[in-house]
């Protein structure tokens, strides 16, 4: 072979090679994404939503991993694995990041909102900011909020028509202590749990009963162990989506743009999305064999009376600046003076 071919060829493939190299160099940043529901629920919905979203945005220079089911563990596990950095983001309830940020304990208030609407003024306004702004002190940085929902009673024992029914019902509560405090205060045998324990208990008897959104209790089948639900709307439930802070600071301003802009998309689909399905999965869930009834305005009257101590701890605990700014927000929004 001539030596200018030879030369050639040897300029070719070394480009070619340089080429290939970097290609491989420029490896898309990996977010491994956690949530406890599983995939089919509106969870995991607006999760492929938000990752597609900074697929796209990022030219694919950015790729969220999403993990349902827990699989990278329950909602405190993965907080703590945010905080340490071992994983880059996740969305959950904002009940169990209590223990971290003793303000998240606001949105457990029970009663707190009246409708959606509500829900997204406060917690898209300054307030929900102000309580999201206090989780960067713990090492995590919260993003927006998601919908969990209006949450609902479902047991085993018998329909929960007054509050009195709720008398030693083995109801499982979310790790958080105004739940654990409203339950046992309404009657009930509260028992704190993972989700991810939820089902198993709930079909081993370990537990009679439980509360959450009627997606929640559609799209992890506990109409298959459980037999009765009450409509009591007795909290509204947000998710949220956070981010680890010593993730989060070693990105670019750019990548932290795309991945905002692309957390309130999936934000503003995934509150349409809820809804919608909402409406479904309660008729679902009726033509599934639950015996549904609605707790009546008295019984419900009745139940708010009786957790007044326990909003009267809640303004305690998160402070009753906050407490009396969120209450008088409330209050405008209502007409109310
Ligand atoms: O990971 C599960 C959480 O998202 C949690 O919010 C689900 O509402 C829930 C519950 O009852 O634990």
Known sequence: MKLKTLFTALILFSTTAAGWVAAQDIKPRLIRFGYGLNDQSNQGRATKLFADEIEKSSGGKMKLRAVGAAALGSDVQMQ?????????????????????????????????????????????????????????????????????????LTNNKRPITKVEDLDGIKLRVMQNTVYLDSFKTLGANAVPMAFSELFTALETKAVDGQENPYNTILSSKFFE?????????????????????????????????????????????????????????????????????????????????????????IATNVGNDLWQETQAALAKMRGQK
Not at 88 to 113: K, N, Q, R, Y
Not at 281 to 308: C, I, P
Request: aromatic share 8%; glycine share 8%.
């Open 80 to 152: 703590q694995a945010l905080i340490g950095g071992a994983q880059e983001m996740m969305v959950g309830s904002t009940a169990t990041l209590v223990g971290i940020v003793g303000e998240m304990g606001l949105w457990d208030t029970p009663f707190l909102f009246a409708n959606s609407k509500e829900a997204d003024t406060i917690l898209d306004g300054p307030i929900g900011q102000k309580v999201m702004d206090k989780l960067r002190d713990k090492g995590i940085v919260g993003l927006v909020y998601w919908e969990n929902g209006f949450r609902n």
């Open 225 to 313: 162990v459980q037999k009765f639900m009450t409509v009591s709307n007795h909290v509204y439930s947000p998710w949220i989506v956070t981010v680890s802070k010593k993730y989060w600071d070693q990105l670019s301003k750019d990548e932290q743009k795309i991945i905002m802009d692309a957390a309130i998309k999936s934000r503003d689909f995934e509150r349409v999305d809820t809804r919608t399905e909402a409406g479904k999965a309660l008729a679902d869930l009726k033509s599934k064999g639950m015996q549904v009834n609605e707790l009546s305005m008295t019984e419900v009257a009745r139940m708010r009376e009786k957790l007044v101590k326990v909003n009267a701890g």
